[in-house]
């Protein structure tokens, strides 16, 4: 992915990660959410981690949180 670079995760994080994407992804559903797509959801939540974040509820809230105002925004326009 452009703008990773080579920065890894270990497979616990992997595992974290995974989880807080697909809850994230099944939050966008259940809220009729169409306009943001699987790889937006991807980058936001690898962003969160590359800072270091590791607890799946803030890799899914903060990840959300980064999209919806902007997906609210390019709705209303």
Do not use: C, Y
């Not at 920065?7 to 169409?34: H, M, Q, R, Y």
């Not at 969160?48 to 105002?69: K, S, T, Y």
Request: charged letters at 25%; aromatic letters at 6%.
């Amino acid at each position: 992915m452009r703008g990773f670079r080579t920065n890894a995760f270990d497979p616990p994080t992997l595992i974290v990660v995974e989880a807080a994407f697909d809850e994230a992804w099944l939050t966008l559903k259940s809220i009729g959410n169409t306009s943001i797509k699987p790889d937006e959801l991807a980058r936001s939540v690898l962003r969160l981690a590359m800072e270091g974040e590791r607890d799946p509820v803030r890799l899914h809230d903060g990840a959300l949180q980064a999209l919806i105002p902007a997906t609210a925004w390019r709705e209303a326009s």
